[in-house]
């Protein structure tokens, strides 16, 4: 078949046509192709070598780590019958970072909201506790501030996030009324799951209550795992011991039980109480939320040294007025350099 015997100057005008329309289809096409190449990939499930407060955006990190300038650490005083001491001043206090005393550029001790994560033992060996305890975290949630926000966690043979973040105690409260008691104990996993949450906090103060009998014998995680997340963090944690008595733990967990949760929480500014008579746990969580609403705070200007992520320990000492009894401060024993949860603008 013969081509049709089309003049020069139609072809160029037919050719500069087709030209101008796939110009228009590939302007209109770009856009998804680049959406198409740059959109979100697939997050891998959490490992033991990350952390649960890590920014998956490394760009937007360095720059919070570089831009921070005081660290601020949050105190509680207590005397030798383990009451809260209120009313010291700022000339009271001294503080030292890696043994240098620091100058004290912010002091507080205003009341402020706080987010709070419960992580809750639901194991075997809660069995018998688990009524006290329950009846604990309500007596606890009853003393929250309307601006403090809660997120509930329980664990046995794995932790779970029962109720996330919320403003309203009865989200957590109606979930409490239908646990049970049973299998084995993965404390530290718990630890891990409220950490990770304590990234979405919206309040500065941070702080985990642990209601548990102590011990881990089923997690993913270790001990070395939750310290180095703990020393990442600006929580501070809170422990419940509901310990079998002295010399009758039935597990070797068990026994590990009070030393375990007294470091971990002595590490991060809190404190464990432990708790003999299942009558005394309402008590005991009052005690805890007046001594969480009642602390100081206290920051400095760190010494210049790079955002390296190295640890700096932190020590505040007392000068009270005389005549005062004997006091104990506890705070965070430290923070890690560039980390944005150690320090604050």
Known sequence: MRRPNIPKALRNRITGVVIGLFSVVLLTCSPLTLFAQTGPKPVAAPDPSSSPLSDTNGAKDRTLRQEVDMVLANASVIDAYGRVVTGLDAGDFRIFEDGVEQEISHFSTEDVPVSIGIILDMSGSMKDKFEKSRLATLQFLKTANPQDQFFLVSFNDRAQLVT??????????????????????????GIYLGLTEMKDARNRKRALLIISDGGDNHSRYNERDIRRFLKEADVQVYAIGIYEPYGSCPTPEECWGPSLLTELTEMSGGRTFRVDNLNELPDVATKISLELRNQYVIGFKPLKHAPDGKWHKIKIKLHPPR???????????????????ATAR
Do not use: C
């Open 164 to 189: 996330p973040f919320t403003d309203r105690v009865e989200d957590l409260q109606e979930p409490l009324m239908f646990m049970s008691a049973k299998g084995m104990t993965a404390l530290f996993d």
């Open 323 to 341: 005549g005062l009894p004997p006091l104990t401060v506890y705070t965070r024993s430290g923070y890690t350099s560039g980390s944005p949860m």
